[in-house]
């Protein structure tokens, strides 16, 4: 299907209107709209192209199936969480079989305790539950390292990436995460929340 680039997306309720109704267009405006974030979020834990757009296909049918019964609040934030999963997931699959190259472990072992592929309700409450915490926790927190946490964890980038956007070193950078981490767990485990 060509995309008529000069008519704007549909808006979110819109595209999730079409999930409801089973009409197939809404994986059209859901690629349309969301569809570099998808890639982009992918491609930064799986750093290959091939592998990135296997995730992002996964992602639509994913989200297929997902809606209904689910309706989503916000979109982006459901399809960038399903996508995480996946490439997560892909992600262990390629380093049981030591197909992952040797400096995507330490990324894997550093990111992938942010990372869940949830199924069942009481397991979406306690990740909602979780992700209030985490919110309450980096609002807490400067502009520069929310910055810093949501860019690495939640986008995926590197260290090295994060440093760049923010005009940082990205040895500081390393410093702000492995201190962000800490304060993290402390803050999670005083609430009665823990993190691998």
Same mark, same amino acid.
């Given at each position: 299907?060509?995309?008529?680039?000069?008519?704007?997306?549909?808006?979110?309720?819109? =595209?999730?209107?079409?999930?409801? #109704?089973?009409?197939?267009? /809404?994986?059209? *405006?859901?690629? !349309?709209?969301?569809?570099?974030?998808?890639?982009? =979020?992918?491609?930064? =834990?799986? #750093?290959?192209?091939?592998?990135? $757009? *296997? #995730?992002?296909?996964?992602?639509?049918?994913?989200?297929?199936? /997902?809606?209904?019964?689910?309706?989503?609040?916000?979109?982006?934030?459901? @399809?960038?969480?399903?996508?995480?999963?996946?490439?997560?997931? !892909?992600?262990?699959?390629? !380093?049981?079989?030591?197909?992952?190259? !040797?400096?995507?472990?330490?990324?894997?072992?550093?990111? /992938?305790?942010?990372?869940?592929?949830?199924?069942?309700?009481? *397991?979406?409450?306690?990740?909602?539950?979780?992700?209030?915490?985490?919110?309450?926790?980096?609002?807490?927190?400067?502009?520069? $390292?929310?910055?810093?946490?949501?860019?690495?964890?939640?986008?995926?980038?590197?260290? /090295?990436?994060?440093? $760049?956007? @923010?005009?940082?070193?990205?040895?500081?950078?390393?410093?702000?995460?492995?201190?962000?981490?800490?304060?993290?767990?402390?803050?999670?485990?005083?609430?009665? *929340?823990?993190?691998?």
């Amino acid at each position: 299907m060509k995309k008529d680039l000069r008519r704007p997306p549909a808006s979110d309720d819109q =595209i999730v209107a079409l999930y409801w #109704c089973r009409d197939e267009s /809404a994986i059209d *405006e859901t690629d !349309r709209k969301y569809g570099p974030l998808i890639y982009g =979020i992918a491609y930064h =834990i799986l #750093c290959d192209k091939g592998d990135s $757009e *296997e #995730c992002q296909n996964d992602t639509y049918l994913r989200t297929w199936n /997902a809606i209904p019964p689910t309706r989503p609040n916000q979109l982006q934030v459901f @399809l960038s969480r399903i996508t995480r999963g996946l490439a997560f997931n !892909r992600l262990a699959t390629k !380093r049981r079989q030591k197909r992952v190259p !040797r400096h995507m472990t330490d990324y894997f072992e550093d990111v /992938a305790f942010f990372a869940s592929d949830r199924g069942s309700v009481e *397991e979406e409450v306690s990740a909602a539950e979780l992700a209030r915490h985490i919110n309450a926790f980096l609002e807490s927190r400067t502009e520069t $390292e929310r910055q810093i946490f949501v860019g690495r964890y939640y986008f995926g980038h590197s260290a /090295a990436e994060v440093a $760049e956007s @923010l005009h940082m070193t990205t040895s500081n950078v390393y410093k702000q995460l492995t201190k962000l981490k800490n304060d993290l767990k402390q803050y999670l485990n005083e609430r009665g *929340e823990s993190i691998d």
